[in-house]
């Protein structure tokens, strides 16, 4: 007599697909310290050129902070280009895209649990740069809200995450060209965010477009929250931006659904979706 | 033997080209290629910006833009060849079909690089054109001095080879997380060579790393070689042309002998380990 196997369906499912993908992930790193060790060692050090670039020209240490706080959230747009939004593009490059389209789960959370997994390696490659960077630059912060700081940074992640599940789609339509849309997506994204430079630097149009990616915006918030000291720089207020931000999430996740139901449908009917284009 | 590294090298700069450009439009790829290393700059024309308000007319400036306009090749090179070793194999899986085929491996690299090394000559030439016409860059046409310049390049370039060399002799024995290997040395490097910062803004521990590497040498002879009214490098100031060239010279050979060794032992290593045909996706 074959046992019973317990089977999760609905929100249970849900939830043990999320967790599922989030540990594969987390595990898969652990099992790569030294590549930790590469992600934090060169970025670190490619970050301190741009650091010596403000000594060189006698930028305040507020600045350095930028670089810093800079680098080390650009980690999370990172991680969404690679491993959120390009990630279905990889895994049907090794077999595995038809395999989660097969199985129960749902593929918003299969996308939840790699943003999980993602969100919090990024974390701690975030973290380690700040620290280090911080100690070796002697970077001294002045933070005028602790609950205004948490509230951003999570608001940033929510909509920087969403931005990466909904693009996860469009990836799938991508064929080599995914990872020249990758370069494109990286450095040319720090430069209109001003990652390594006040974002009132840029010209105000710029600035309002390049606030549809919510690293911009969220990067923004924190360095007014703080850099107290450098509150002048910002462009918006951090509460008008943590608006924005919220409603980016919102948007962004609502359009990952239908994308990802879209694929899917498309997925099935043609058989496209799934096939290796190398 | 000539034969087979002139057959090595041609056939992988075609098959490099190939594999960077035959998915698009030469126009969309020609975008796609220049727009990565514009971006760099622009986010370095911005910092100076931040700071000084745009006084894009400070010899600094001219130091810093042209130092990272070449800086460009670097990457290209050294990404093109060890992401070639990285691609190959985990990706299209052809790297044991490469290795049993009649050519030489290391000319084989030097050629993915090649072909990455042509692709970003147009972002380079881009951008030094770009700075000659908004920024003020001081380079004038008749003031170049043409000599030093070719030289230095065209040594230049075998330095790099001989770093991308070295990089792709590591990533072989690296698992596929080492696609961003080239790329994060090449991010180092930018660092220590003073390629946008004298290498006296350096901690003094830090310094000598700089001195040691070629790098720093072809970059400071191609601004002197371009930059003819505008100062270069305050640390290598006492250095002559030629001086600095011999230095450069030494010091491409140590690096080129380093690089072959590196190849030697990391080849034999990763044939001995399986990993020329090795698959690690995780």
Known sequence: MIPRIHKDTGWRLFVRTVMGRAYSRAVGYQRQLSRLAIEVGLPLVALMAYIFVYRAIGGSQDLIGYVILGGAMSWFWVNVIWSMASQFFWERQIGNLALYIIAPGSMMAILLGMALGGMVLAAVRAGLIIVLGSLLFHISYAVSSVPLLILVFFLTMAALYAMGMMSASLFLLFGREARYFIDVAQEPVYLISGTYFPLRSLNAWIAGVASLIPLTLGLDALRQIVFARSAALGFLSPKIESAILLGLALIFLAAARRSLGYMERLAVAEGKLTEHRA | ?282
């Open chain 2, 1 to 282: 033997m000539l034969r087979t590294y002139w057959s090595s090298l041609r056939t992988a700069t075609w098959l490099g080209w190939q594999v960077e450009a035959n998915w698009t439009k030469p126009i969309l790829f020609a975008l796609y290629t220049v727009a990565r290393p514009l971006a760099l700059t622009g986010i370095l024309v911005m910092l100076y910006a931040t700071v000084t308000r745009g006084d894009f007319s400070s010899p600094m400036f001219a130091y810093m833009y042209v130092g990272n306009a070449f800086y460009t090749y670097v990457g290209a090179i050294m990404t093109g060849m060890s992401f070639a070793v990285i691609d190959d194999r985990e990706r299209y899986h052809t790297l044991r079909s490469v290795y049993v085929a009649p050519v030489d491996i290391r000319w084989y690299m030097a050629g993915r690089g090649t072909a990455r090394f042509l692709t970003d000559s147009a972002a380079v030439v881009i951008m030094l054109l770009i700075g000659i016409a908004f920024l003020h860059l001081p380079v004038h046409f008749t003031t170049i001095h043409w000599p030093l310049l070719l030289a230095t390049f065209a040594i230049g370039l075998a330095a790099l080879a001989m770093l991308g060399l070295m990089v792709s002799s590591l990533a072989l024995l690296l698992p596929d997380s080492a696609w961003s290997f080239g790329e994060g040395v090449a991010a180092a490097l930018y660092l220590f060579s003073g390629a946008i910062f004298p290498i006296q803004v350096l901690p003094r521990v830090l310094r000598p790393v700089g001195f040691a590497i070629p790098l720093t040498y072809w970059l400071e002879l191609l601004r002197r070689s371009l930059l003819v009214s505008a100062p270069g490098s305050p640390t290598l100031t006492t250095l002559g042309n030629l001086k600095l060239l011999g230095i450069f010279v030494v010091l491409t050979a140590v690096l080129s002998a380093a690089a072959l060794g590196t190849f030697r032992w990391c080849d034999r290593a990763a044939r001995e380990r399986g990993m020329i045909d090795r698959i690690t996706n995780h």
